[in-house]
């Protein structure tokens, strides 16, 4: 069997109909063709440490380059399903660097979104008081808000939740009635990431700020719930991440949270 047979296979049974079929279906058929479309079992463990060198020389950070070898792991499961191999390798992941740790005073937020054209402060505003990521917020429609929370439907992880509005975020939404689908789907992530670049230029401490871009709303948003005082697997839901894991990179915002801990065992 060929690694693209492989490929065909794997698309059929395990990525077609998927979120992110396409996307999925290019990194592997690049896949192949960098490793010149072997057959699989002449596919070993150092053919990954080759195919993550030929793209890091690409330029591609370590967590692209995960994303490559997950197909390749996958097609060659794939080939040990169809008896074409008795056994799939094992192929290393790149060590990925911590994710941002950055995130917004609320100083900053309002001189931040000072710069920022109306209808684009208003989608901000609802990102940080949400914590959405901004393909949830371009999608809603009007029939997923509610008097008192919006249900996320085309969410990452493909499972619907229900994040709870604030009065801020309630007065967004009732400035936006007269848009036709839904609060933001006139808007498009390009106009919002030009929007930023423009806010930053004119933001003295966030011109040469590599993270102040849209996603740092997010951050905010889960910075501001465990500083808070939030359960961190209540932030885990109101997110929607799939993993706690996650979510732990904010926990080292509250560390009285270990005196907490001593207090209760105390008093038992």
Avoid at 24 to 44: G, H, M, N, W
Avoid at 45 to 63: E, F
Avoid at 98 to 106: A, D, I, N, Q
Avoid at 189 to 216: C, S, Y
Wanted: proline share 5%.
């Amino acid at each position: 069997m060929q690694l693209s047979e492989a490929l065909a296979l794997t698309h059929d049974s395990r990525w077609a109909g998927t979120k992110d079929e396409e996307k999925t279906f290019q990194r592997a058929s690049k896949v192949v063709e960098i490793l010149c479309d072997p057959k699989v079992a002449e596919v070993y463990a150092d053919t990954g440490d080759t195919l993550a060198a030929i793209l890091r020389g690409q330029g591609m950070a370590p967590s692209t380059i995960n994303r490559y070898l997950a197909t390749l792991r996958a097609m060659m499961r794939t080939a040990v399903k169809r008896r074409a191999i008795d056994h799939a390798p094992r192929f290393d992941a790149q060590r990925e660097p911590e994710g941002r740790s950055r995130w917004l005073t609320t100083t900053e937020e309002s001189e931040l979104f000072n710069h920022l054209p109306p209808h684009l402060e208003k989608l901000s505003i609802f990102l940080v008081d949400t914590g959405c990521r901004e393909g949830e917020a371009l999608k809603l429609r009007w029939e997923d808000i509610h008097p008192d929370a919006v249900m996320l439907r085309n969410t990452k992880t493909a499972k619907p939740r229900r994040v709870p509005m604030t009065t801020r975020v309630r007065h967004v939404i009732a400035g936006l009635r007269t848009e036709e689908l839904g609060p933001f789907t006139a808007l498009s992530g390009n106009q919002l990431q030009a929007a930023f670049r423009k806010a930053k230029e004119a933001t003295p401490w966030a011109r040469n700020d590599p993270e102040i871009v849209p996603h740092i709303l997010r951050h905010t948003c889960a910075s501001r719930l465990v500083g808070q005082g939030v359960d961190i697997y209540v932030v885990q839901k109101w997110l929607g991440h799939a993993s706690i894991k996650t979510t732990e990179r904010y926990a080292h915002l509250r560390p009285e949270a270990l005196d907490a801990a001593v207090k209760a065992l105390e008093s038992a």
